[in-house]
T-cell receptor, first 115, second 111 residues
Framework: GAVVSQHPSRVICKSGTSVKIECRSL??????MFWYRQFPKQSLMLMAT?????????EQGVEKDKFLINHASLTLSTLTVTSAHPEDSSFYIC???????????FGQGTRLTVV | RKEVEQDPGPFNVPEGATVAFNCTYS??????FFWYRQDCRKEPKLLMS???SGNEDGRFTAQLNRASQYISLLIRDSKLSDSATYLC????????????FGTGTRLLVSP
């Protein structure tokens, strides 16, 4: 099946710094990727939809200047958490849909801890 | 009201038991329905799609009732390895085909 690779799997950073998370579709082209955030014991919440070659579409309440998304190619989307704060600590997961759009494949997730 | 609602559980069952999870969704225009499984601190993985006619995959049976906007998952002969959180997922009919996740139902299967 299709594979989505997310890196890093775990990161600890200091408050005020920025962290970049990469999401790659390894064996298919993904024109659309999604970024989710999951707090402990809560559901996955969609943050934004990443479109290759155009601006991302952010969900209500998600700050686009804080969570920068770049989808520069058909196989790579990046999420940069800028000026991270402890409340940004969470599990961030990307997903991509194959061309037929029938199934979403998820990256392994990135556990971000801001200290 | 949440778009997708599930009982968070946990459901504690012994090995071999049959357990059923339910889920309701609010958007009547939703097009596709899925059950995903998520292990602790891992990414969700597709368990099965859900069709109006009902579908079965081994010990797992999924049902969709569009009129009631209700989805179910039945697990027979529970195994210890079935312990996980089961996410009810709905895809709308808008562009980008966004997935909306329920909060998940936690299942604990004990020996």
């Amino acid at each position: 099946g299709a594979v989505v690779s997310q890196h890093p799997s775990r990161v600890i950073c200091k408050s005020g710094t920025s962290v970049k998370i990469e999401c790659r579709s390894l064996d298919f082209q993904a024109t659309t990727m999604f970024w989710y955030r999951q707090f402990p014991k809560q559901s996955l919440m969609l943050m934004a939809t990443s479109n290759e070659g155009s601006k991302a579409t952010y969900e209500q309440g998600v700050e686009k200047d804080k969570f920068l998304i770049n989808h520069a190619s058909l196989t790579l989307s990046t999420l940069t958490v800028t000026s991270a704060h402890p409340e940004d600590s969470s599990f961030y997961i990307c997903s991509a849909i194959t061309g037929f759009g029938t199934q979403a494949f998820f990256g392994q997730g990135t556990r971000l801890t801001v200290v | 009201r949440k778009e997708v609602e599930q009982d968070p559980g946990p459901f504690n069952v012994p090995e071999g038991a049959t357990v059923a999870f339910n889920c309701t969704y609010s958007n009547s225009a939703s097009q596709s329905f899925f059950w995903y499984r998520q292990d602790c601190r891992k990414e969700p993985k597709l368990l099965m799609s859900v069709y109006s006619s009902g579908n079965e995959d081994g010990r797992f049976t999924a049902q969709l009732n569009r009129a009631s906007q209700y989805i179910s998952l039945l697990i027979r002969d529970s195994k210890l390895s079935d312990s996980a959180t089961y996410l009810c997922v709905v895809r709308g009919n808008t562009g980008f085909q966004k997935l909306v996740f329920g909060t998940g139902t936690r299942l604990l299967v004990s020996p």
